[in-house]
């Protein structure tokens, strides 16, 4: 019968060592080896070359590196990327770069399909296969920074876990990987710029505070008032705005970091005034700025972006209440990359 070997990456640093001590090398072998699979982003065990041979063989017998591989990437007018990204186990996730005059962002995804039931969103369509590992997270951010450099001749400046899936019901792993993204061993970036979105998940909101993470928190809104959240978000059942308000109030206690609210309007559904007064209470609760994004759609006309006219009344209102307010126009929409299209069309 073939042995399982297991994915190297899944070990901590800590464990490398350990595993080196207990195989009679030295335990500083570990860390050799982890600057290679983390800082160096080694595909193979051949190419490391600080590394006896008989040690390669070793690992060869007891390891393998997965690692993501970009199947398809698609460039759009406006310098948006959209990687389509195979998995070791053949499933595929997406994540797009996307420029702006000033920086790169990378728009990740956490789960294989998603466990929620959003009703504008494509990836909602798709079930929930399983959760991504911390190192394919990992790598689909190195696929963008490579990306950046070579498309746009600059580093990867900012990350967003804006792309299939929802991070906090992969929490564990999504907190590996930004370890491994900020780690002076990994990409060294700074977790100020970079904002996990979540629909809002209370309990898992109180523990990020309570774990004193470092990067942003954006919750994808879309409504304060609970009939009309469940409408269009039906977990919001099980996780009512009650619930929501006192996690982030706690978050804000703990963390003082501010808040950013994904909103999208839509015709008929949360466009009246009282739409836009629960908002602005909902947003007197804690610090934050209020993006309102504007809706790609991805179905026969269900849900259809509100007029400008109906924009103007949100922005005039949460701006009269000195709310920070911006409106987010879409990128990449001519290949499938907008927020809410990623759905592995191909
Ligand atoms: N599950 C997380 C992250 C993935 S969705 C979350 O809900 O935040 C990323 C953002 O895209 C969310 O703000 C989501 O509400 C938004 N979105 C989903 N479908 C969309 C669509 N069709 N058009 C525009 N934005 C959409």
Same mark, same amino acid.
Request: proline share 3%; aromatic share 8%.
């Given at each position: 019968?073939?042995?399982?070997?297991?994915?190297?990456?899944?070990?901590?640093?800590?464990?490398?060592?350990?595993?080196?001590?207990?195989?009679?090398?030295?335990?500083?072998?570990?860390?050799?080896?982890?600057?290679?699979?983390?800082?160096?982003?080694?595909?193979?065990?051949?190419?490391?070359?600080?590394?006896?041979?008989?040690?390669?063989?070793?690992?060869?017998?007891?390891?393998?590196?997965?690692?993501? !591989?970009?199947?398809?990437?698609?460039?759009?007018?406006?310098?948006?990327? @959209?990687? &389509? /990204?195979? *998995? $070791?186990?053949?499933?595929?996730?997406?994540?797009?770069?996307?420029?702006?005059?000033?920086?790169?962002?990378?728009?990740?995804?956490?789960?294989?399909?998603?466990?929620?039931?959003?009703?504008?969103?494509?990836?909602?369509?798709?079930?929930?296969?399983?959760?991504?590992?911390?190192?394919?997270?990992?790598?689909?951010?190195?696929?963008?920074?490579?990306?950046?450099?070579?498309?746009?001749?600059?580093?990867?400046?900012?990350?967003?876990?804006?792309?299939?899936?929802?991070?906090?019901?992969?929490?564990?792993?999504?907190?590996?990987?930004?370890?491994?993204?900020?780690?002076?061993?990994?990409?060294?970036?700074?977790?100020?710029?970079?904002?996990?979105?979540?629909?809002?998940?209370? !309990?898992?909101?109180?523990?990020?505070?309570?774990?004193?993470?470092?990067? @942003?928190? &954006? /919750?994808? *809104? $879309?409504?304060?008032?609970?009939?009309?959240?469940?409408?269009?978000?039906?977990?919001?059942?099980?996780?009512?705005?009650?619930?929501?308000?006192?996690?982030?109030?706690?978050?804000?206690?703990?963390?003082?970091?501010?808040?950013?609210?994904?909103?999208?309007?839509?015709?008929?559904?949360?466009?009246?005034?009282?739409?836009?007064?629960?908002?602005?209470?909902?947003?007197?609760?804690?610090?934050?700025?209020?993006?309102?994004?504007?809706?790609?759609?991805?179905?026969?006309?269900?849900?259809?972006?509100?007029?400008?006219?109906?924009?103007?009344?949100?922005?005039?209102?949460?701006?009269?209440?000195?709310?920070?307010?911006?409106?987010?126009?879409?990128?990449?929409?001519?290949?499938?990359?907008?927020?809410?299209?990623?759905?592995?069309?191909?």
């Amino acid at each position: 019968m073939k042995s399982v070997k297991k994915d190297i990456r899944a070990l901590t640093k800590e464990q490398l060592r350990q595993f080196f001590e207990d195989n009679g090398d030295k335990a500083f072998r570990g860390n050799q080896v982890y600057e290679w699979l983390w800082g160096k982003g080694a595909h193979s065990f051949e190419n490391m070359t600080n590394i006896s041979k008989t040690t390669r063989e070793v690992l060869e017998q007891n390891f393998v590196i997965n690692h993501i !591989k970009v199947d398809q990437m698609q460039r759009s007018a406006d310098g948006t990327i @959209k990687n &389509a /990204v195979r *998995l $070791h186990d053949g499933l595929v996730v997406e994540s797009v770069l996307i420029p702006t005059p000033t920086r790169t962002t990378a728009c990740v995804s956490s789960q294989v399909g998603c466990s929620l039931d959003c009703r504008f969103c494509a990836t909602s369509r798709l079930k929930r296969m399983r959760n991504l590992n911390p190192d394919e997270i990992y790598d689909q951010v190195v696929a963008i920074d490579n990306e950046s450099r070579l498309y746009h001749n600059r580093p990867l400046s900012n990350i967003v876990f804006m792309g299939m899936g929802e991070p906090l019901m992969n929490y564990n792993n999504v907190l590996k990987a930004i370890d491994k993204i900020t780690s002076e061993e990994g990409l060294g970036m700074s977790p100020k710029r970079i904002t996990v979105s979540t629909s809002g998940v209370p !309990k898992m909101i109180k523990k990020m505070a309570d774990d004193k993470v470092k990067f @942003k928190l &954006a /919750v994808s *809104l $879309h409504s304060a008032i609970d009939e009309v959240r469940t409408a269009i978000m039906p977990f919001n059942k099980n996780f009512p705005l009650s619930e929501l308000k006192e996690a982030l109030e706690y978050w804000y206690t703990k963390t003082k970091s501010r808040i950013t609210y994904e909103y999208i309007v839509w015709k008929g559904i949360n466009d009246r005034e009282e739409d836009i007064n629960a908002l602005i209470r909902f947003c007197s609760y804690v610090p934050c700025k209020i993006n309102l994004i504007e809706y790609n759609p991805i179905d026969d006309g269900e849900f259809q972006q509100a007029s400008n006219q109906s924009i103007d009344n949100y922005i005039r209102a949460l701006e009269s209440k000195a709310f920070v307010v911006n409106v987010r126009r879409s990128r990449g929409k001519d290949i499938d990359a907008a927020c809410g299209q990623l759905a592995n069309k191909s």
